[in-house]
C-alpha cells in the first residue's frame, strides 16, 4: 500500500501553547497538496533516517495547505525536537502521506476525548460534525491551561455552553470519564486519542458500550509476548519470492534482507507505513493501527510485526 512522498516548505509557524508549535506546509513550487480525510496524519522525513508522524489538524477543504501541531518531547527520540529547532518558514522536507486509519465514522452523535496533543486529529473531526449537524461534545484534558493547545479554535465550534469541557489536570484532577460519558446511547460514537493511560482509561469506561463505539489512536508498540513464535513461509507474489521467516525475524527484517524495497519507519506497529495486502493466509496482527473489524478481515498487515497463524502468507510485495 504506497502513499506519495512530495516536497513540501514550511510556509507558517506559529506558538499553539507551552512545547507546542503549529507548522503550515505548502507544496514546494506551488499546487495542490494530496486530499486528506479528518483523524489523517502524514510523516515527515527529518533526515539521518528520522521519520516521524503527525496528525493533520487543519481544513481538509483547503487544498494548498496542511497543518500540524508539534509537541517537544525533551525525554523523546529527537524527531520533536527536529521540528522545533530546524523546522521554519522557508524550510523545505520531504513529507509521505496522508493516510488515514482513524477515519470519522457517520454517526448521529459524537463524544470526543483528548488528551495533550490528541486534540489535533479530533480537531478536523469536530469541524465536520459541526458541518454536518451532528450533535457532539468534547472532553479536553492536559497537564495545565498553558500547555494545552488549539483550544479557542474548538470552542469557536461549539454552539452552545457546555459543548466543550477544558480540564487541566492541575486545576481538576484526572478526567472523570464515566460522567462525561454517561449511559450508553444508541448511535453514539466515542472518539478519543492521547497518552496510554488515558486510553486505556476510555477502554474500561466503554467496557458496556456496544463494540464498535470506541475509537482511539495509539502511537505506543502492543505489548505482544513472542513466546511460542515459530518460524513460516512467505511468498511474496509481485517479487517472484518464497522467504523463510524465522521465529526470532519479522517478515519486514526478511523482505528487506532478501533486497526487496518496502517503505517503513516506526518499525513497532504503530505508523501504518509497512501496511501490505495479504493476499492468502491469515495474519497475527501485534500492531496498533488496524481496528479489530480491520484485523478480523484479514485484508493487510503490518509486516513489522504481524506475523502468521499458520505454515505460509502470501503477501502483495
Known amino acids: 500500500m504506497s502513499v506519495e512522498e512530495i516536497e513540501v516548505v514550511v510556509a507558517d509557524r506559529r506558538a499553539e501553547a507551552d512545547a507546542v508549535v503549529s507548522l503550515t506546509l505548502h507544496r ?7 486530499p486528506w480525510t479528518p483523524g489523517a496524519h502524514v510523516e515527515l522525513l527529518l533526515g539521518d533516517d528520522v521519520v516521524r508522524q503527525y496528525s493533520l489538524c487543519g481544513d481538509p477543504a483547503d487544498g494548498k495547505s496542511w497543518r500540524i501541531a508539534v509537541l517537544r518531547e525533551p525525554g523523546g527520540r529527537g524527531g520533536s525536537d527536529r521540528v522545533h ?23 448521529k452523535r459524537y463524544l470526543f476525548v483528548a488528551g495533550g496533543i490528541g486534540i489535533t486529529p479530533l480537531l478536523p473531526m469536530i469541524r465536520q460534525a459541526a458541518a454536518e449537524g451532528a450533535e457532539w461534545r468534547l472532553l479536553y484534558g492536559g497537564r495545565t491551561r498553558s500547555s494545552m493547545a488549539l483550544v479557542e479554535e474548538v470552542r469557536a465550534l461549539a454552539a452552545h455552553d457546555g459543548q466543550v469541557s477544558v480540564r487541566p489536570q492541575d486545576e481538576n484532577g484526572l478526567l472523570d470519564l464515566p460522567a462525561f460519558l454517561g449511559d450508553p446511547e444508541p448511535g453514539t460514537l466515542v472518539y478519543c486519542c492521547g497518552p496510554e493511560g488515558l486510553l486505556a482509561a476510555a477502554e474500561g469506561a466503554c467496557a458496556d458500550w456496544p463494540p ?76 496498533s493501527v488496524l481496528t479489530q473489524a480491520e484485523q478480523e478481515a484479514g485484508q493487510s498487515m503490518m509486516i513489522c510485526v504481524s506475523r502468521c497463524r499458520g505454515p505460509r502468507l502470501v503477501l502483495d510485495l
Open 28 to 34: 514546494a513550487g506551488g499546487g495542490e497538496l494530496p
Open 85 to 107: 529547532t530546524a523546522l521554519t518558514p522557508g524550510t523545505e522536507l520531504r513529507v509521505r502521506g496522508p493516510r488515514n486509519h482513524f477515519g470519522l465514522v457517520p454517526a
Open 212 to 287: 464498535g463505539t470506541l475509537h482511539t489512536e495509539s502511537f505506543a508498540p502492543v505489548a505482544a509476548s513472542r513466546e511460542g513464535d515459530t518460524g513460516f513461509e512467505v511468498e511474496l507474489r509481485a517479487s517472484g519470492l518464497t522467504l523463510r521467516v524465522p521465529s526470532d525475524r519479522s517478515v519486514l527484517d526478511t523482505v528487506v534482507e532478501a533486497g526487496v524495497q518496502v517503505l517503513y519507519s516506526c518499525t513497532e506497529g504503530t505508523c501504518g507505513t509497512c501496511e501490505t495486502d495479504i493476499l492468502e493466509g491469515e495474519a497475527d496482527h501485534r500492531d
